[in-house]
């Protein structure tokens, strides 16, 4: 009998740690690191490699995905050995799809053809905007001409190449980020990630914005409206908006994400990174260390891990609400009854669907363009007993 992580697929995250500098907004797992052992960084993966490959023997291996921190400041020749030491541990689709982050600096955009020789088939770059005032307070340390020309590069070299952009920034109006994003359409691209600024706690803007130093935030409603122009921009530009934050050209979507948002099972390798992975029938949430230096010692210990808690059925269901109402795909109700044993409310759905926040075909259940908007309050409603 298929266990459920199949119908999402198996993905392999690999986490690199560093950066050359932390962005005021960012809060994931990088640091600044003057000195890198980088042959000790390798030995590492290859050894958790080689341990979450016997944990998922038999598995075919649908993406690989080289996240941080910024992974294009790792060398490409242990790029290239950790993905070959991929494919000998598992067998892989046809059509493997491996991304690395990259940001656009020169340095990056340097080693684009090394890691396309070493295995590497999609670039991801985190542009973020395409004006220099806003790059500088968005602490970015390349600059909009860089940006283009490290495009153009990685245009050149991958098939498949997709960047990131940021926006209800600081002093934006809607007809800035409308340009903006056009300007972004017409540099020939297929996949954007288009993420709308967040204040999170912990982070530079974190701080500021406690402090009442961060001004020209835009309002909910303003934000709102830019979110909607979003996708009717895209639209028009052929992308479709397959995932709250993410549009594509028919055939360009992300595999690794889907992987996530179908609630697949993926495994992480590196300080910090999440897993979910089916283990003797079991689904099980795991993490690692966040502190590289504590990493390193506990892979030499055997294990890059720190937690691993089963995940009840019922959570699990939960869970893959949670990210399957993200895309344009919808929820699969049958194999959210499987996992959780119930079925939802009747009465809410109908609200809900007359309200113009969910629709409904056959088994399938999808949040509608407003319902994205106000995914987290959806959910609340959809998933209460």
């Not at 995250?13 to 809060?27: L, N, R, S, V």
Request: proline share 3%; glycine share 10%; with cysteine.
């Amino acid at each position: 009998m298929a266990e459920d992580w199949q119908s999402g697929g198996f993905g392999l995250y690999i986490h690199w740690p560093f950066c050359q500098a932390k962005c005021p907004y960012c809060d994931f797992n990088s640091h600044v690191s003057r000195k890198i052992d980088q042959s000790r960084w390798l030995r590492a993966y290859l050894a958790e490699i080689d341990r979450v490959g016997k944990l998922t023997k038999g598995r075919v291996l649908n993406s690989v995905f080289f996240g941080g921190g910024t992974p294009s400041l790792m060398d490409p020749d242990i790029v290239a050995s950790i993905i070959e030491k991929i494919y000998s541990t598992w067998s892989t689709a046809n059509r493997l799809e491996i991304t690395l982050e990259a940001n656009p600096g020169s340095v990056e955009a340097g080693r684009f053809l090394a890691y396309q020789q070493g295995g590497v088939s999609r670039i991801s770059m985190g542009i973020q905007a395409l004006n220099d005032r806003d790059l500088q307070r968005l602490g970015r340390i390349h600059s909009v001409a860089e940006a283009k020309a490290a495009f153009d590069i990685a245009r050149s070299t991958f098939e498949r190449v997709s960047f990131d952009l940021i926006y209800a920034r600081q002093d934006q109006t809607l007809s800035d980020w409308q340009a903006e994003l056009r300007e972004a359409l017409s540099m020939a691209i297929d996949h954007l990630s288009l993420y709308q600024l967040t204040i999170e706690t912990g982070t530079a803007f974190g701080d500021r914005y406690a402090k009442g130093k961060l001004r020209g935030l835009p309002h909910d409603d303003l934000a709102a409206d830019m979110y909607q122009a979003t996708g009717e921009i895209c639209a028009q530009a052929g992308l479709e908006g397959y995932e709250v934050s993410n549009y594509a050209k028919p055939g360009s979507e992300s595999i690794h994400n889907k992987i996530y948002w179908r609630y697949g099972d993926y495994a992480g390798i590196g300080p910090g990174a999440h897993a979910r992975l089916t283990l003797g029938g079991q689904r099980y949430a795991i993490e690692c260390w966040r502190n590289p230096d504590k990493w390193l010692d506990a892979v030499d210990q055997g294990s890059g891990e720190n937690v691993q808690n089963p995940i009840a059925l019922p959570d699990q269901a939960d869970e893959m609400m949670m990210m399957g109402l993200r895309l344009n795909d919808g929820v699969d109700l049958n194999r959210w009854k499987k996992l959780s044993g119930r079925t939802l409310n009747s009465g809410t759905l109908t609200h809900l669907q007359d309200i113009g926040m969910i629709h409904q075909s056959g088994n399938h259940l999808f949040a509608t363009q407003d319902g994205r908007m106000v995914l987290n309050t959806l959910l609340a409603q959809i998933l209460v007993e």
